[in-house]
């Protein structure tokens, strides 16, 4: 019998500004998975929006401030995977 997988944990984002619409995230090596206030989850890859916009996303995850501004300036419909 096959044990179905955990899903993995998206980090909690720090949220610096207080005003982010931003709540997890996940990085892995070609794509950032980001869930948001509304609870929608969005996964967006280096085919998607370019490998300098999902360079640029780790940066702002890690850092906690910037993510949902980026995402919304530049980012609008270049998800590859809506989740949820």
């Known amino acids: 019998m096959n044990t179905p997988k955990r899903p ?5 984002y720090k949220n610096l500004s207080k005003a982010s619409k931003v709540v997890r995230y996940e990085i892995l090596k070609d794509r950032v998975t980001v869930r948001f206030v509304d609870n929608s989850v969005y996964i967006y890859s280096n085919q998607s929006a370019t490998p300098g916009n999902i360079e640029k996303m780790k940066t702002l995850a890690v850092a906690g401030k910037g993510l949902s501004t980026f995402i919304d300036t530049n980012l609008k419909d270049k998800w ?3 989740v949820r």
């Open 80 to 82: 590859m995977t809506k």
């Open 8 to 12: 993995r944990r998206l980090a909690l």
